[in-house]
C-alpha cells in the first residue's frame, strides 16, 4: 500500500506510513545496503565496515519538536525543582543587630569605672608569721578578763576581778620545758604533794588547748612529778561521768586538761577547787596556724568561764598563784 493516508497491518500491529522529512532522508540514504566489492573486501580484512565512510559517524537526530502538554509538563517540573533562595534580609538584619549590641556593650565598659579589688583581710596566722613570739604576762592576762566582763559586770564587779601582781608567779620566758618551769615555780612540790589527801580535787591544774596538746604535757612532766598521780581532763572519747569516778576512787595531784571539760566537771561537782594551790596556764604554745589559747574564740570563752568559777576568787583570798606557761 502507498500514500499517506493509507494503513497496512503488519504482524498484527498496525502501521501508520507518513511522509519523511529531508534529514530523515538524507539518514536513510546513508544506511543503504553495501556493495558486492565492499563485502568482499570486508570479509578480506581490508575494509573495517562494510559500509561507507559516511556511516562511520551518524549524524545526531533533530529532537523531536515536544507537544504542548509536555512543554506544560517540564514548566510545572522546573517549578518545583527550582531551589528556595535564602532570605539574606534576616542574616543582615542578624549581623547589623549583633553589631549594635557589641558597640552598646563597649560604650557601657568605658563609661563604668574599673571596680578596685579589694584587699584581702589579714588574719591571725599572717600577722603572727610575720611577727616574733613575745611571752605572755600577768598583764595580757587581766587586759583580756577585763576587756570580757566590762559589758557583762557593774564597775564594782569589774574591781574585784582585778588580780594584784602577788597572785602571780614567774612567767616562762619561752626558755623553759614544762618540768624545768614547775619546778621554778614550786620549789616544795614533794611536800605540797605529800600534804594533799583530799579525793575528787587537785594540787597542780594546767590547762591547754586541745586534747592532743594534754598528752604532751603529761609526758614532758616525768621528771617532776616524782609519785604524784596524773590524770588526763579533756572531751575527746572520754564521757564527763568516767572521769568523775576516776577522780572520786583516789588521790589525784595533776589535772591536765582543757577549759571545756575543766568546767563541766566543775560544774557537776566531780571536781572541787579548794584544795587547788597552782593554775598553770599554756599561754605561749601555739597551734599549726600559729593561734594561742586565747586566739581560739571558743577556747577563749571556756577559759574565761572556767576562771570566773571561784578561781579567780581564790587568787583574790591568796590560795591559788597562777603562772603563764
Known amino acids: 500500500m502507498t500514500g499517506g493516508n493509507k494503513r497496512a497491518i503488519r504482524g498484527g500491529v498496525k502501521y501508520v506510513p507518513c511522509d519523511m522529512p529531508s534529514s530523515h532522508k538524507h539518514f536513510q540514504n546513508r544506511l543503504k545496503a553495501p556493495s558486492s566489492l565492499e563485502m568482499s573486501l570486508f570479509i578480506e580484512g581490508t575494509v573495517d565496515s562494510p559500509v561507507g565512510e559516511e556511516s562511520e559517524e551518524p549524524e545526531k537526530q533533530p529532537t523531536e519538536q515536544a507537544s504542548p502538554r509536555e512543554k506544560k509538563g517540564k514548566k510545572r517540573k522546573s517549578v518545583i525543582e527550582t531551589p528556595v533562595p535564602v532570605k539574606k534580609k534576616t542574616a543582615l538584619k542578624s549581623q547589623t543587630e549583633c553589631f549594635m549590641a557589641q558597640e552598646k556593650k563597649e560604650d557601657e565598659g568605658e563609661k563604668k569605672p574599673k571596680k578596685k579589688r579589694k584587699k584581702k583581710k589579714k588574719t591571725i596566722t599572717d600577722v603572727l608569721a610575720t611577727s616574733d613570739p613575745k611571752p605572755g604576762s600577768p598583764v595580757d592576762l587581766q587586759s583580756l578578763v577585763l576587756e570580757h566582763f566590762k559589758d557583762k559586770r557593774s564597775v564594782i564587779e569589774l574591781e574585784e576581778l582585778k588580780l594584784q601582781e602577788s597572785c602571780f608567779v614567774r612567767s616562762n620566758d619561752l626558755t623553759h620545758s614544762l618540768s624545768s618551769y614547775l619546778k621554778e615555780i614550786c620549789p616544795k612540790w614533794a611536800k605540797v604533794q605529800k600534804q594533799h589527801t583530799e579525793k575528787s580535787s587537785v594540787v597542780l591544774l594546767i590547762v591547754c588547748s586541745a586534747a592532743l ?109 597562777v603562772g603563764l606557761f
Open 213 to 321: 596538746r594534754v598528752i604532751e604535757l603529761i609526758k614532758q612532766l616525768t621528771t617532776f612529778k616524782g609519785e604524784a598521780k596524773v590524770l588526763k581532763l579533756f572531751a575527746k572519747h572520754i564521757k564527763v561521768e568516767e572521769q568523775v569516778k576516776l577522780l572520786q576512787m583516789g588521790v589525784t595531784h595533776i589535772g591536765v586538761g582543757t577549759p571545756g571539760r575543766l568546767s563541766a566537771l566543775i560544774e557537776k561537782e566531780g571536781l572541787t577547787l579548794p584544795p587547788l594551790r597552782f593554775l598553770v596556764l599554756d599561754w605561749n604554745w601555739r597551734d599549726q596556724k600559729l593561734r594561742r589559747m586565747v586566739d581560739v574564740p571558743e577556747v577563749k570563752g571556756d577559759l574565761l568561764k572556767l576562771l570566773d568559777m571561784g578561781i579567780l576568787k581564790g587568787c583574790r583570798e591568796g590560795k591559788v598563784k
